[in-house]
């Protein structure tokens, strides 16, 4: 078992690779889905559309979460699971090329987020149970770096590997089925390693046989949860926080690909690739740390309100890039990790505040319901956002992304949030 006080300097060798992971499979159902049906002539609402529905796992995770806290240890449950979504992405690769690819690759995908998603539940909660609060706030800014860092790899960096398979096989199926094979194999090694790698805490095991009972309701459990107080402002801020981002984050890959008589910027997915996967990430990774540090230095309550304006703000610059259409690449390079530092900055809090509302006897699945809540915020209006896009142009729809974060703004003031909260200790 691990000591009561763990090093900090142990919690870097498991956290950045596992939530890097964590995000692999959602960065495969709902960027590199998306941005291989546009290649392939699918609509624009479609895709949208398509994706919500991906997400309803992630969205309902939180009613199953109590089953993950009853049967077996987090430390297993994220090791057995992260083969099977390694198995999963490698079956990717022998669909794509094959009959009725788009039917058999929505199931799989569907299956992928299934499988993500109590990956989500089991990785969160050992989070919470192997480090002590003031490294779960400390590392905030440090998982949520890979978490977006694995989001960027797989917008940039696979999608850059697409668009020079393409050119070199001809075959664009063929080369967005090589792409899923490298997620595949890295999942079965980073199951491996994280089998020896990820720490013992005591406090992770199965639920008591006298509490089972009492674990097994999911009703208790999610009873508790919705009757913590101020329930209604919590909800509020978990469903509108990224109520404009996340109809932004819908769109804006595949304006990048448009063409440029369609009101896009007509950039190849080699030119995405290096927007995202070699500029954007260092800017990510400079505002998840900054952000991670910022909390634990001045506690969260000092930082909602420079971390929501960090959040929104950077969301104009996707209003000038519809406006000017530039043609520079690096113009477009600059607006795209702007918008990447702001998000890494800004999107601490969030998680930092989800922590401070799952804290209690029922974390894991308080976190989990937290999360789902997340999801939802994020599955809603993405729904739609094609549609909105295909109605108004690009320029309209950023417009309406950003004024969509005013609601966010109206939730903050009702937070009640300890000063305290997310500091780093003295000594």
């Known amino acids: 078992m691990e000591p009561p006080n763990p090093s900090p300097w142990r919690a870097w060798s498991w956290v950045p690779s596992l939530y890097f992971c964590q995000a692999i499979p959602n960065v495969a159902v709902t960027a590199l889905s998306a941005t291989m049906f546009k290649q392939l002539g699918v609509s624009n609402a479609e895709i949208t559309s398509w994706i919500a529905w991906l997400q309803l796992p992630w969205v309902f995770k939180g009613a199953w979460s109590p089953l993950v806290d009853r049967l077996g240890t987090k430390r297993s449950w994220t090791a057995v699971l992260q083969f099977f979504l390694g198995a999963a992405l490698a079956s990717l690769a022998l669909i794509i090329p094959g009959p009725d690819y788009l039917r058999w690759s929505l199931g799989l995908f569907w299956l992928l987020a299934f499988a993500s998603a109590t990956h989500d539940i089991a990785a969160d909660g050992f989070y919470l149970l192997a480090l002590p609060p003031h490294l779960q706030a400390a590392f905030v800014g440090v998982r949520s770096t890979f978490f977006r860092a694995a989001n960027i790899a797989g917008q940039g960096g696979l999608v850059y590997l697409a668009g020079w398979l393409t050119e070199v096989t001809g075959d664009l199926r063929l080369a967005w089925s090589l792409v899923f094979v490298p997620p595949g194999v890295l999942f079965l090694v980073a199951g491996a390693y994280h ?15 006298a509490d089972r009972a009492a674990k097994a309701s999911w009703a208790v459990v999610l009873g508790e949860f919705f009757r913590k107080p101020g329930i209604g402002v919590i909800l509020a801020y978990l469903l509108l926080y990224r109520l404009g981002e996340s109809q932004l984050v819908g ?41 991670g540090l910022a909390i634990a230095r001045f506690g969260l309550r000092r930082m909602l309100w420079p971390m929501l304006l960090s959040m929104h703000l950077p969301n104009l610059a996707y209003v000038g890039l519809a406006v000017a259409q530039p043609e520079g690449f690096w113009m477009i390079t600059a607006a795209v990790a702007f918008e990447q530092l702001g998000y890494g900055f800004g999107f601490s809090a969030y998680m930092v505040y989800m922590m401070l509302v799952a804290d209690g006897p029922h974390r894991t699945a308080h976190y989990a319901v ?4 997340m999801a939802l915020g994020m599955m809603l209006p993405m729904k739609f956002s094609g549609q909105i896009q295909e109605a108004i142009g690009y320029t309209a729809f950023f417009v309406w992304a950003c004024l969509a974060t005013l609601p966010s703004f109206a939730v903050l003031p009702f937070l009640r949030v300890d000063p305290a909260f997310g500091r780093r200790r003295a000594g």
């Open 195 to 209: 089998l020896f790698a990820l720490p013992r805490p005591a406090g992770d095991r199965p639920a008591p046989a």
């Open 370 to 373: 937290c999360t789902s809540f």
């Open 251 to 291: 769109v804006s890959r595949l304006f990048l690909l448009e063409d440029r008589a369609a009101g896009g910027l007509g950039l190849t997915a080699k030119e995405v690739g290096r927007a995202y996967g070699m500029y954007g990430i260092i800017a990510l990774t400079a505002g998840g740390i900054l952000g």
